[in-house]
């Protein structure tokens, strides 16, 4: 009977210690699940700052297939000041891509809820992690999926960062087959600065509606109209609006000579914001000197005047198209040439 006892003790205890055992490795998920979310409770943005310790803990120690996913983002603070890798940008827009998750994932009940977590790693706290990753240049973004190690992971390519936000979401949804939802982008204007603007706008109504009335607004000023009408036709002329869509520098330091500027590069591919400029301000001055002709020379009553400035504006126009034509031809390696009518000849 001792002996009977000894074994049923012996037996409830590998019994109790197997169970809890179990316990502890299956549930080793749901804890760090619990973890990233209360980690991601706490954070302003909803970006998990991670650093050597947790990538240890979330997903080199962590046996796979894990119950999520990570989203990492590369940072290095010292490279905040390199404009040309818009890191600032890209990480401001990687917050809005989390928040927007959070907001339309936040019901347990859905299906992508608690499946994907943002992160974000800084170079100087984490040299460690970004050898591991073998992260060599910025902007840089990775998807951690629950069957990846790092290397096999999946990186978001340097092309789909001109889209910002939904670029990245596309990436993630592509990836995960879990759903980002609508991107929010915060307002504008915050609740108070809106409040501040409305009460702002009704105090100065009535005076506005006198100046209105009165005819003593900028509206009323010829000048504005015909600088504004001059600011759009060379805006237009320009290539300005490329400029900023592209984001297309003035003017590029020489690969052969660091110390020369390029302000004109040959090749149809691309073109540079001095070379918009210079294009805008040779046709400015043809639409200026058209203008000229058609809308004042023609009250002035001198005729040797009306000749003269006929003659000078011709000279500056045909000067003007030149260049625009030769500098095309440069570009392009098309030539632009006249053809005689064959009556002509």
Known sequence: MASSGTLTHLFFIVAIFSSSSFNVFSDSGADRVSELLDLQSRSTSGVIHLDDDSVSRFLTSAKTPRPYSLVIFFDAVQLHDKHELHLQELRNEFAIVTNSFITNNQDPSSPSHAKIFFCDIEFKESQTSFSLFGVNALPHIRLIGPNHGLKNSDQMDQGDFARLAESMAEFIESKTK???????????????????????????????IKKILSGKTLLHDPKIWLSGAVFIYFFSVSGAMHNIIRKMPMFLADRGDPSKLIFFYQGSGMQLGAEGFAIGFLYTIVGLLLALVTRVLIKVRNVTVQRLVMIFALFVSFWAVKKVVYLDNWKTGYGVHAFWPSSWS
């Open 178 to 208: 879990l759903s980002i939802g609508p991107i929010h982008r915060p307002p504008i204007l915050s609740k108070k600065q809106l409040i501040f603007a409305t009460i702002a706008w009704l105090i100065w109504m009535p005076f506005l």
